[in-house]
């Protein structure tokens, strides 16, 4: 296989990323994000379509979580079990080239053409919903940006 072109698709890979235990790859291909486990590569383990045009995607195993980014200038968090967008968060002022998760995977990063890098928190939302259902009122925010 070419180092740039898998199996399964055969077709040129746009942006790739290797957890840091290099146990996973994950690749984007326009709205379709695929993770891939290392050890043998056959075929993706998950794979996903996104309602975005994706340039870029990390997974963190720790969270099962992955988020990708591209030209929608936003980065979007999902739950890799399920494929659902979790949160969306916006900032960046250019498209998004890459994202990502820290070793621990309890933030991520994401950079932009716009020349900036942001750090977002993976657990925010849950953390502020604790708060919330304490106070017991409604979400209005998004890792810190309203709705």
């Given at each position: 296989?070419?180092p740039h072109v898998l199996?399964?698709?055969?077709?040129?890979?746009?942006?790739?990323?290797?957890?840091?235990?290099?146990?996973?790859?994950?690749?984007?291909?326009?709205?379709?994000?695929?993770?891939?486990?290392?050890?043998?590569?056959?075929?993706?383990?998950?794979?996903?379509?996104?309602?975005?045009?994706?340039?870029?995607?990390?997974?963190?195993?720790?969270?099962?979580?992955?988020?990708?980014?591209?030209?929608?200038?936003?980065?979007h968090l999902h739950d890799?079990?399920?494929?659902?967008?979790?949160?969306?968060?916006?900032?960046?002022?250019?498209?998004?080239?890459?994202?990502?998760?820290?070793?621990?995977?309890?933030?991520?990063?994401?950079?932009?053409?716009?020349?900036?890098?942001?750090?977002?928190?993976?657990?925010?939302?849950?953390?502020?919903?604790?708060?919330?259902?304490?106070?017991?009122?409604?979400?209005?925010?998004?890792?810190?940006?309203?709705?």
């Amino acid at each position: 296989v070419h180092p740039h072109v898998l199996a399964s698709s055969g077709k040129p890979l746009l942006r790739r990323t290797v957890t840091g235990c290099f146990c996973w790859l994950t690749t984007v291909d326009k709205n379709t994000v695929r993770i891939w486990d290392t050890s043998s590569f056959a075929s993706p383990v998950k794979q996903f379509t996104v309602s975005y045009p994706a340039e870029a995607a990390s997974y963190c195993p720790a969270k099962q979580r992955f988020a990708a980014g591209g030209e929608d200038m936003w980065v979007h968090l999902h739950d890799v079990n399920t494929g659902v967008e979790l949160e969306v968060n916006k900032g960046h002022h250019g498209p998004v080239h890459t994202v990502r998760f820290g070793p621990e995977g309890k933030e991520y990063a994401s950079g932009s053409e716009d020349g900036t890098i942001r750090i977002w928190q993976t657990d925010w939302l849950e953390s502020q919903q604790a708060d919330i259902v304490a106070a017991g009122a409604a979400a209005p925010y998004q890792n810190g940006n309203k709705r």
